[in-house]
């Protein structure tokens, strides 16, 4: 699986379930690498995403442990391994985890790349990623070229697992 995640400086995601940075670039990459995929987010994640629907023309996934909770568009699951057993035989499409923080936490083991598109700035912040340029088990294989947009800078990096 890939983990795909936008942070600042401190490893910040997010804060009162919003996003903290806003970059046209980010949101169009964020499509291209997701467009025609499996997108796996946390049931908070999903009510966060504007107008609360699914995203488009992507496989949406979202756990959650309400079990009546039904989502057009998208299939619910309510547990971990209820989620591996049914992506486990997927071979025709990438698998992004995009989040909140809580998935990140619990789906890292199952990835082996992280798209970090890494914000050089700070905000404050309630939700946070593991600081994946300090873990030993990963390490920073490519840092794109940094980008700016209205002063705020920015760039695409990949992680991979060691
Ligand atoms: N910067 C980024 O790239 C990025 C990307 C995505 C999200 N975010 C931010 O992250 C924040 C949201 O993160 P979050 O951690 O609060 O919420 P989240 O991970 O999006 O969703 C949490 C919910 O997912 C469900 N869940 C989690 N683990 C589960 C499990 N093992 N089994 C069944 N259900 C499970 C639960 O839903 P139920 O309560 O329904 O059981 C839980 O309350 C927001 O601020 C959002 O904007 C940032």
Redesign the pocket.
């Known amino acids: 699986m890939i983990l795909i ?3 600042g400086l401190n490893w910040e ?8 940075f806003y970059a046209p670039d980010d949101l169009k990459f964020f499509k291209s690498q997701t467009l025609d995929n499996v997108v796996i ?5 999903f009510e ?1 995403l504007p107008g609360q629907k699914p995203l488009k023309n992507r496989d949406n996934i979202i ?4 079990k009546n ?1 039904q989502i057009d568009g998208a299939t619910v699951y ?3 391994e209820e989620l591996l057993d049914a992506v486990k035989d997927i071979k025709d499409k990438k698998i992004f985890v ?6 990140y936490e ?1 789906l890292l083991p199952y990835c082996d790349t992280a798209l970090i598109t890494q914000f050089y700035a700070e905000k404050e912040a309630d ?1 946070f990623l593991p600081n994946l340029s300090k873990s030993p088990e990963w390490t920073l294989q490519s840092r794109g070229e940094v980008q700016n947009y209205e002063g705020l800078r920015f760039s695409f990096d990949v992680y991979k697992r060691i």
């Open positions: 995640a936008s942070a995601i997010g804060f009162n379930n919003d996003l903290l987010m946390g049931r908070r994640t966060s756990l959650s442990s309400d909770l309510h547990s971990v995009m989040g909140g923080a809580s998935i619990t939700r």
